[in-house]
């Protein structure tokens, strides 16, 4: 009864105040007393900052499950004057379009998911604008970033945390001018109302990488597709799209830049010695929680939505990293090089290594980034120093070689 009464006001306004006032006043100085003598952090290497943003994501990725709240099948728009950014409106795919087509049409056909029109965000240099138009430059290079979250949270506005990467990204390039990033639809499932699963949001991808091929003139070989956590599951997906369906002046983008993404809905490898169980204390995720509850969490239900339970273990599409399919080989043949990085303290550590081996078995030219204290997603972390700023240099260095 309490848990109902707290999605409602005031109990909601009072418990969102009780919350965060707990976790200012008591909380964090709690742990910033604790975490002094080195043996009580969860990597001895971490400074105590790091450990006290640790464990307060911790405990604010319970809040929204605490106060419940209304699900928004796409966030809505960024308002008002947006900052070296611009909001751009991309045409969803016709149903009778070459596009949609091979394993996204046979699934859409079993959900019921329709291509739509989307919202995206153009991220430019400051200093740079669009007052000339979305066409490319002759050469000109850019990247879509998919953002992470769960696939049923996160936005790809400019004010969300993922845009930290989308904006890294540009300032430590010195060729690239812009990115675009993708506002996909999002997932959801009982106990709130059902909507968007697999492949809406692939399906916004797909559009996506259309629009800058298309509308935008970039040349395929000058993008690359960038996806964290959740957002390089589709990333990965969206690139396996365009390398086994062949569609006419739509060739497969130039390069992948996977970071901390999430590629196995199976949670696969349980053994002791498995990043899942090895890293469960040393990430931004709550200790505890066991492969077993997460093969059925809300994140894994609401993206495979009616569809069999089995595709999380053998689409590549869904768990292209999972240990259920064999074999592997031919699995990655015809995927354009790739930028694997990693935290080596992330739970889901063992989902890039995987992908990186079977990418390099089917040889693919790939760069394997595993960066030892750093946590889930940390590119997204402004805080996540120096390991952010050090691989944000070495992705740009990639990128423009």
Avoid at 254 to 260: Q, Y
Wanted: proline share 8%.
């Amino acid at each position: 009864m309490a848990s109902q009464l707290l999605k409602y006001q005031p109990f909601k306004g009072l418990y969102f105040t009780y919350f965060f006032s707990t976790l200012l006043l008591v909380r964090v100085p709690l742990w910033l007393i604790w975490f002094i003598p080195a043996r009580n952090r969860p990597k001895a290497s971490w400074p105590i900052t790091r450990c006290i943003c640790i464990v307060g994501i911790r405990k604010l990725m319970g809040l929204p499950r605490a106060l419940g709240g209304k699900k928004h099948p796409v966030p809505p728009p960024a308002k008002g004057p947006l900052k070296n950014a611009e909001l751009v409106w991309i045409k969803g795919l016709s149903d009778d379009s070459d596009v949609f087509c091979g394993e996204v049409r046979k699934a859409a056909t079993i959900t019921g998911v329709k291509p739509v029109d989307i919202a995206a965000y153009w991220f430019y240099k400051p200093g740079s604008s669009l007052s000339g138009g979305v066409k490319a430059k002759p050469g000109e290079r850019t990247f879509l970033h998919l953002h992470g979250g769960a696939f049923h949270l996160g936005s790809a506005r400019p004010d969300s945390t993922t845009a930290h990467i989308t904006r890294g990204l540009l300032a430590h390039s010195e060729k690239l001018e812009r990115g675009l990033a993708v506002e996909y639809r999002l997932s959801a499932t009982t106990p709130d109302p059902s909507f968007n699963p697999y492949p809406s949001a692939l399906l916004d991808g797909i559009a996506a990488y259309r629009y800058l091929i298309v509308e935008a003139g970039f040349e395929p070989q000058n993008v690359t597709i960038v996806g964290d956590s959740a957002g390089g599951n589709l990333a990965f997906a969206l690139v396996r799209h365009f390398v086994e369906n062949t569609i006419p002046g739509l060739a497969p983008p130039g390069s992948l830049l996977s970071l901390s993404s999430w590629l196995d809905l199976s949670f696969s490898r349980v053994a002791p010695e498995d990043s899942y169980i090895r890293n469960g204390a040393t990430d931004i995720f709550p200790p505890g929680t066991t492969p077993e509850a997460q093969r059925d969490s809300y994140s894994v239900r609401a993206y495979l939505g009616p569809l069999d339970r089995e595709q999380a273990k053998t689409n590549p599409y869904i768990s292209p990293a999972s240990a259920h399919i064999t074999p592997t080989e031919g699995l990655f043949k015809g995927f354009p090089r790739t930028y694997v990085s990693a935290g080596g303290a992330e739970k889901i550590l063992d989902d890039s290594m995987a992908v990186a081996e079977r990418l390099r078995a089917d040889g693919v030219d790939v760069t394997v980034d595993i960066v030892p204290d750093a946590v889930h997603d940390f590119l997204a972390f402004t805080w996540h120093e120096p390991e952010r700023t050090e691989t944000l240099k070495r992705v740009c260095k990639w990128l423009e070689s």
